[in-house]
T-cell receptor, first 107, second 116 residues
Framework: SQELEQSPQSLIVQEGKNLTINCTSSKTLYGLYWYKQKYGEGLIFLMMLQKGGEEKSHEKITAKLDEKKQQSSLHITASQPSHAGIYLCGSHWQLTFGSGTQLTVLP | NAGVMQNPRHLVRRRGQEARLRCSPMKGHSHVYWYRQLPEEGLKFMVYLQKENIIDESGMPKERFSAEFPKEGPSILRIQQVVRGDSAAYFC??????????????FGEGSRLTVL
């Protein structure tokens, strides 16, 4: 079965700093989804990547899928407290999710 | 509000009791997914259903757990004879199409089960 490993498990940054979260798959990804979860709430869809080398941006969040389609990164530029939460990557068909990265942004 | 609705949001049960969690998908969505999130752990797939059919239940424990999505009404995740290890947040998600869909899933806010 496919497994997704996220790193780091948790991240604390000062407001305004850039950060990167990684998601590595044990198998080739045919689609990779990024979600954000606030504590006690459901998941909010951020982005989906399908093609090797693909990169998408939404506001200050950029996600990339590597050429081999086994690793994805999520980059946040000039982080804000509103970015705080748990970021999860999920495989195509979303049957497998990473264990999440807990992001704290200090004001 | 046309989002995925889950209820109850919080449920407390004693060991041995039954827990029933309900999920109403978004309007127009006929595919429902259930996930379990244990404290400090990621989201684990449990079951994928279409109206009146179980498509994939590879993540469901073999005993005590069952799910249905009837023609009318919400999808229900049923846990019989709950044990403390069943304490978790259970999330439901829906989509307009099935696994061939490359779009997002729409998640509910979860049902938090506590077993005393």
């Amino acid at each position: 079965s496919q497994e997704l490993e996220q790193s780091p498990q948790s991240l604390i940054v000062q407001e305004g700093k850039n950060l990167t979260i990684n998601c590595t798959s044990s198998k080739t990804l045919y689609g990779l989804y990024w979600y954000k979860q606030k504590y006690g709430e459901g998941l909010i869809f951020l982005m989906m990547l399908q093609k090797g080398g693909e990169e998408k941006s939404h506001e200050k969040i950029t996600a990339k899928l590597d050429e081999k389609k086994q690793q994805s990164s999520l980059h946040i530029t000039a982080s804000q407290p509103s970015h705080a939460g748990i970021y999860l990557c999920g495989s195509h068909w979303q049957l497998t999710f990473g264990s999440g990265t807990q992001l704290t942004v200090l004001p | 509000n046309a989002g995925v609705m889950q209820n109850p949001r919080h449920l407390v049960r004693r060991r041995g009791q039954e827990a029933r969690l309900r999920c109403s998908p978004m309007k127009g969505h006929s595919h429902v997914y259930w996930y379990r999130q244990l404290p400090e752990e990621g989201l684990k797939f449990m079951v994928y259903l279409q109206k009146e059919n179980i498509i994939d239940e590879s993540g469901m424990p073999k005993e005590r757990f069952s799910a249905e999505f009837p023609k009318e009404g919400p999808s229900i995740l049923r846990i019989q004879q709950v044990v403390r290890g069943d304490s978790a947040a259970y999330f439901c998600a829906s989509s307009p199409q099935g696994q061939s869909n490359t779009g997002e899933l729409f998640f509910g806010e979860g049902s938090r089960l506590t077993v005393l």
